[in-house]
T-cell receptor, first 116, second 116 residues
Framework: AQKITQTQPGMFVQEKEAVTLDCTYD???????LFWYKQPSSGEMIFLIY??????QNATEGRYSLNFQKARKSANLVISASQLGDSAMYFC?????????????FGKGTRLHILP | GAVVSQHPSRVICKSGTSVKIECRSL??????MFWYRQFPKQSLMLMAT?????????EQGVEKDKFLINHASLTLSTLTVTSAHPEDSSFYIC????????????FGSGTQLSVL
């Protein structure tokens, strides 16, 4: 079974609109972390935001916020006021556990296209 | 600031040769590094977890003798693709967790391997 599910393979959004990228996860651990990364066509992986399982507040980083619904096991990324430069592949990822060597696994990704 | 430096960015080699990819943590020590493989338009697949001073932990289905990982110091991990074949052609990317209270996973810029 997939640990991280991203159900939107691709999305087209008008510039300046808000975007929500979906992510659901599956774990039986109480301690885990959730990440979102952006991968432009250059291939680099850009860290966007992190949410710990014990964090009570939703994480925010500039235009990015993570809508953490623990009971539903969802961790959707919200991008406010989208820009052309936001066009990229977006990956949701999860780390089970809190040890430094606990591995991080990725979802299949969502390709976001921002339209001018 | 803290960066993960990966070299080379691109390598083309003949079938049967070995290729070494280096991954260095700059301005921080990385006791653990992760090696991922990414096929075009697909997600990152974890290959192995590299631990300084000990043997790497490989994911199921990844050949240990094919993909040799060495993590000899707190700032350097290497991946050697031995006797490369065309099916090994892929994008390889390393990452390291910053550690302490910082959950961020930093990524190298990746290596595009093409085996002729």
């Amino acid at each position: 079974a997939q640990k991280i599910t991203q159900t939107q393979p691709g999305m087209f959004v008008q510039e300046k609109e808000a975007v929500t990228l979906d992510c659901t996860y599956d774990t039986s651990d109480q301690s885990y972390g959730l990440f979102w990364y952006k991968q432009p066509s250059s291939g680099e992986m850009i860290f966007l935001i992190y949410q710990g399982s014990y964090d009570e507040q939703n994480a925010t980083e500039g235009r990015y916020s993570l809508n953490f619904q623990k009971a539903r096991k969802s961790a959707n990324l919200v991008i406010s006021a989208s820009q052309l430069g936001d066009s990229a592949m977006y990956f949701c990822a999860m780390r089970e556990g809190r040890r430094r060597d606990d591995k991080i696994i990725f979802g299949k990704g969502t390709r976001l296209h921002i339209l001018p | 600031g803290a960066v993960v430096s990966q070299h080379p960015s691109r390598v083309i080699c003949k079938s049967g040769t070995s290729v070494k990819i280096e991954c260095r943590s700059l301005d921080f020590q990385a006791t653990t590094m992760f090696w991922y493989r990414q096929f075009p338009k697909q997600s990152l697949m974890l290959m192995a977890t590299s631990n300084e001073g000990s043997k790497a932990t490989y994911e199921q289905g990844v050949e240990k003798d094919k993909f040799l990982i060495n993590h000899a110091s707190l700032t350097l991990s290497t991946l050697t693709v031995t006797s490369a074949h065309p099916e090994d052609s892929s994008f390889y990317i390393c990452s390291a967790r910053m550690g302490g209270n910082n959950e961020k996973l930093l990524f190298g810029s990746g290596t595009q391997l093409s085996v002729l």
